[in-house]
Nanobody, 120 residues
Framework: QVQLVESGGGLVQAGGSLRLSCAAS????????MGWYRQAPGKQRELVAA???????NCADSVKGRFTISRDNAKNTVYLQMISLKPEDTAVYYC??????????????WGQGTQVTVSS
């Protein structure tokens, strides 16, 4: 079994910064793409940013230039550095990972979510 544990959310004023972390643990052979999604009240969950094991990244147009995704493969951890936060960034942020686990079984996992609230 694999667990994803997120941290770093909180309340921040508009224009502020936060750094989210997500650490994967358990029976892990390798992790392919890791990513961050978010879901605001009344809206569908959307991709914020993703990063492959080789370091290739992509992100939503709404966060380009403000959010940066990175990962530490040795620690099975993915980060999301967020700057110039806006009230519309308020959401629950979820970590996602495409994991090859024990017995080479590949599965997609989600974290429990961390709240990010940006006040105006």
């Amino acid at each position: 079994q694999v667990q994803l544990v997120e941290s770093g959310g909180g309340l921040v004023q508009a224009g502020g910064s936060l750094r989210l972390s997500c650490a994967a643990s358990g029976s892990i052979i390798s992790i392919n793409t890791m990513g961050w999604y978010r879901q605001a009240p009344g809206k569908q969950r959307e991709l914020v940013a993703a990063i492959t094991s080789g370091g290739s990244t992509n992100c939503a147009d709404s966060v380009k230039g403000r959010f940066t995704i990175s990962r530490d493969n040795a620690k099975n951890t993915v980060y999301l550095q967020m700057i110039s936060l806006k009230p519309e960034d308020t959401a629950v942020y979820y970590c996602n990972a495409d994991v090859v686990g024990g017995s080479y079984y590949r599965r997609n996992y989600w974290g429990q979510g961390t709240q990010v609230t940006v006040s105006s």
